[in-house]
């Protein structure tokens, strides 16, 4: 049974640092991973989709990467702002039952 | 392009009555429709799958009676909670994915915060 891990569950970091999102997953035999963000009392904002023969992909100061055969996946914020603060939810994809199986989340809070 | 809407954004009921919440997929054909449900603090629980014009498949734990979900068209999924109870009040989210993408990628709709009192 697939089952994904986030750590930390909250993180707090001054504006402006660099931070790294982790993200495990005990099954290898993912399709495709992907990185949400979710503003509190909000729906979900896709961030980064990873299919499971690629190893990273960028969307401006986000790098999100892949290492399948560990089982892991990060995710990189560069020169983090107050409006990066939210939780960030990572997911990956079945195709065995074509599901997605979700992290618990990490809560991200960036101080002025 | 790939725009999920959901109607109403946020209901309140009473005990025992039901409410019905909308999920369009506004710019493509949804063949596949999901509904979440989300608690405080806790991350997504599948609810439910199904695909347009098929009965939904629901995960275990979840009762297909209380939770009617139809998915009749391309374009529209509902999910209707009936005989609403306190402890059905949560984040209700759904998501759509077209089998022509070949991506398997799922489109969310933002929420419905339903509220039971």
């Known amino acids: 049974k697939q089952e994904v891990t986030q750590i930390p569950a909250a993180l707090s970091v001054p504006e402006g640092e660099n931070l790294v999102l982790n993200c495990s997953f005990t099954?290898?035999?993912?399709?495709?991973l992907q990185w949400f963000r979710q503003d509190p009392g909000k729906g979900l904002t896709s961030l980064l989709l990873?299919?499971?023969s690629q190893r990273e992909q960028t969307s401006g100061r986000l790098n999100a990467s892949l290492d399948k055969s560990s089982g892991r996946s990060t995710l990189y914020i560069a020169a983090s702002q107050p409006g990066d603060s939210a939780t960030y939810l990572c997911?990956?994809?079945?195709?065995?039952?074509?599901?997605?199986?979700w992290g618990a989340g990490t809560k991200l809070i960036i101080k002025p | 392009g790939a725009v999920v809407s959901q109607h109403p954004s946020w209901v309140i009921c009473k005990s025992g009555t039901s409410v019905k919440i909308e999920c369009r997929s506004l710019?493509?054909?949804?063949?596949?429709m999901f509904w979440y449900r989300q608690f405080p603090k806790q991350s997504l629980m599948l609810m439910a799958t199904?695909?347009?014009?098929?009965?939904?498949?629901?995960e275990q734990g979840v009762e297909k009676d209380k939770f009617l979900i139809n998915h009749a068209s391309l374009t529209l999924s509902t999910l209707t909670v009936t005989s609403a109870h306190p402890e059905d009040s949560s984040f209700y989210i759904c998501?759509?994915?077209?089998?022509?993408?070949?991506?398997?990628?799922?489109?969310f709709g933002p929420g419905t915060r339903l509220t039971v009192t």
């Open positions: 998501s759509a994915s077209s089998s022509g993408r070949g991506t398997y990628e799922q489109y």
């Open positions: 710019d493509f054909q949804a063949t596949t």
């Open positions: 199904s695909n347009e014009g098929s009965k939904a498949t629901y």
């Open positions: 099954d290898s035999a993912i399709y495709n």
């Open positions: 990873i299919q499971s």
């Open positions: 997911a990956v994809f079945m195709d065995s039952n074509y599901q997605l199986i």
